[in-house]
């Protein structure tokens, strides 16, 4: 079983709309979690990070974890297509010392 | 500005030859990791460092090296590259407290074995 599972899609939205990526991750003592964007050909670029069960908000992003089910996801509100690109899951290890990365979940915003 | 910068960007290289990838942050950050990043595998860690001469493997170690010599600088060596390893590589670096873990990337090196 993989660390971390993302739906690799590819998931296409209409401009505007909601986009909603999700996550699992099998680790289950797991405290740190994050959502990274890269465009192609590009370096993995932070765009949120949680750490407590629930929704965390930022801007037009919101994170939401469910450590009970293992499950992180993230939405993004009032899609733009410059949002188009692949979205990766990352959760740390226990020890902090690992990172373990999705597959990640490509992303077009259709105008 | 803070940044983490790998050289070179690009390479290509044939079996057998010897070489390096250079990594640099400036952030004064403990920890550093190299990840390869292949088509449908995701980002795959293959070395990391919690601090200068301390060096574990990751998923991923098998024909690569490491040293970290300097708190700054975690080089990642390829002693005798095979084209398996042609791949996207990246660096990054953390303060890896379990509240605050965000790893800087930097641009990645694109290599190719010939």
Known sequence: QKEVEQNSGPLSVPEGAIASLNCTYSDRGSQSFFWYRQYSGKSPELIMSIYSNGDKEDGRFTAQLNKASQYVSLLIRDSQPSDSATYLCAVQSTTGNQFYFGTGTSLTVIP | ?114
């Open chain 2, 1 to 114: 500005e803070a940044q983490v910068t790998q050289n070179p960007r690009y390479l290509i290289t044939v079996t057998g030859k010897k070489l390096t990838v250079t990594c640099s942050q400036n952030m004064n950050h403990e920890y550093m990791s190299w990840y390869r990043q292949d088509p449908g595998l995701g980002l795959r860690q293959i070395y990391y460092s919690m601090n200068v001469e301390v060096t574990d493997k990751g998923d991923v170690p098998e024909g690569y090296k490491v040293s970290r010599k300097e708190k700054r600088n975690f080089p990642l060596i390829l002693e005798s590259p095979s084209p398996n390893q042609t791949s996207l590589y990246f660096c990054a670096s953390s303060s890896p407290r379990v509240d605050t873990g965000e790893l800087f990337f930097g641009e990645g090196s694109r290599l190719t074995v010939l």
